[in-house]
């Protein structure tokens, strides 16, 4: 890997980074707009490390979902500020379509989304994820918190195909070896049976 150009603001977080005892590599995707997982996530300090990262490694600006309830006044205005995309979640059968428009609109759009979807213990993962990208025809890029070793990638990444069993089995091989701070929550990549075809309705 070429070395990373930081800069001062960067290395100063990067310098924190380290301080916490926590090694990263970022592999730039060579695409503007792609739909980012991170797992496993099984702590509150997952964002705290993750946004460190963030700061700490050359990596665009990207955005998240929230519901537009809270896209309101001066609140709505700090959401969008910091990243927050409004979507109507009572519409479920149309979530994964508002998000490709989204998509569709931009020249650039990174959306980070943990498809555990809570810290609590879980037997599947959430499949919004996958049908944004199916719907938007991004890819997936995955994010890595390993606290086993103490180190977070970003970079890997696949094009769904729509042979969720397939893709999955990919992921699955990605994220394999990887340990939460709270493994015992930890869950492996799969979705309920009644959510693997085209239904986006376990998407949040």
Partial sequence: MPAVQRTFFQQIWYF??????????????????????????????????????SRAFPMPFANFLAKDSVFKGIA????????????????????????????????????????????SKTEYWKSGFYHIAMAAKVPIVMGIIDYGKKFITVGPWI??????????????????????????LQVEARF?????????ADAE
């Fill in 159 to 184: 094009m769904p195909t729509g042979d969720v069993d397939a893709d999955l089995e990919k992921i699955r091989a990605v994220y394999a070896g990887a340990w939460g701070r709270h493994p015992e």
């Fill in 76 to 119: 709505g205005w700090f959401m969008r500020n910091v990243g927050g995309i409004p979507v109507n979640r009572r519409e479920r059968q149309n979530f994964a379509r508002q998000i490709a428009e989204q998509f569709e609109q931009r020249k650039k759009l990174i959306i980070v989304i943990t498809p555990e979807g809570t810290r």
């Fill in 16 to 53: 924190f980074f380290r301080l916490l005892g926590w090694k990263g590599v970022y592999y730039a995707p060579d695409v503007p707009k792609y739909v980012c997982i991170v797992a496993p996530h099984t702590s509150n300090f997952d964002f705290f490390i993750g946004f460190v990262y």
């Fill in 192 to 200: 309920r049976p009644e959510n693997t075809a085209n239904s986006p």
